[in-house]
Nanobody, 112 residues
Framework: QVQLVESGGGLVQPGGSLRLSCAASGSMFSYNTMGWYRQAPGKQRELVARISSVGSTNYADSVKGRFTISRDNAKKTVYLQMSSLKPEDTAVYYC??????WGQGTQVTVSS
């Protein structure tokens, strides 16, 4: 079993930056794709970015060039560096291990 705990959310002005972290427990962390998803009020959860066990990445078109996903297998942690944030990035952000285990989510609010 994998347990995930997100941190780093908060309130930020448009154009600002935040870094989300997701710390995992369990020995299986390094063997699967990790992903960041988000869900805005009234909308379905959507994939933001994911990173494979060997570091291959892909991003939603809406965040390409602004967000960067990375992982540190030794620390069992995955990160999401978010820059040039927009109000439409406001959502609860969740990390996922293999789209099987999920964290509790962290709120990101982009507003002036």
């Amino acid at each position: 079993q994998v347990q995930l705990v997100e941190s780093g959310g908060g309130l930020v002005q448009p154009g600002g930056s935040l870094r989300l972290s997701c710390a995992a427990s369990g020995s299986m962390f390094s063997y699967n794709t990790m992903g960041w998803y988000r869900q805005a009020p009234g909308k379905q959860r959507e994939l933001v970015a994911r990173i494979s066990s060997v570091g291959s990445t892909n991003y939603a078109d809406s965040v390409k060039g602004r967000f960067t996903i990375s992982r540190d297998n030794a620390k069992k942690t995955v990160y999401l560096q978010m820059s040039s944030l927009k109000p439409e990035d406001t959502a609860v952000y969740y990390c996922s291990w293999g789209a099987t285990y999920w964290g509790q989510g962290t709120q990101v609010t982009v507003s002036s």
